[in-house]
């Protein structure tokens, strides 16, 4: 079986998520804007603490569907790299296993890389659909048989 580096000699790239992801997560925005509003209109005097938390409760929402709407997921030669709060950057030398999971709203790449918890990267296009299957398959036939 071919070597992801000289698979991905030649990119993939796309979004991280779906279009039903964006829509739920635009959704979402758009729900919490109108309930913020109708319970700020209904409590005449709010205290400034829950105002406070109320504001970065929803920049904490932001932020996370921003990435989920501009997110990009990158295999290449040198490794698997999501763009995100905190970006995702895997090279080959550090994944000792992957595993690719089909979920509703998402396909999910689920890395280790040496110790730790297992990282996910989400894809959200079927061409990275289909580069996930291929390190899936190229990282099992790689680990003994008794392991698998």
Not at 62 to 88: C, H, M, N, P
């Amino acid at each position: 079986m071919i070597s992801p580096e000289q698979r991905f000699a030649t990119p993939v790239s796309g979004a991280s998520y779906r279009l039903s992801a964006r829509i739920a997560a635009g959704t979402t925005i758009a729900t919490l804007v109108v309930y913020g509003l109708r319970v700020i209109d209904k409590i005449i005097a709010m205290p400034w603490t829950m105002s406070l938390l109320m504001g970065a409760a929803f920049l904490g929402v932001l932020a996370t569907s921003w990435y989920i709407f501009k997110g990009r997921t990158t295999i290449d030669a040198r490794g698997v790299r999501q763009e995100w709060i905190v970006v995702k950057d895997y090279d080959w030398g550090r994944i000792s296993k992957a595993r690719h999971l089909r979920l509703p709203f998402t396909s999910r790449l689920m890395l280790r890389a040496g110790f730790g918890p297992v990282k996910a990267i989400q894809s959200g296009t079927p061409e990275l659909d289909a580069a996930f299957r291929e390190i899936a398959a190229y990282y099992k036939s790689r680990q003994p048989k008794w392991r698998r």
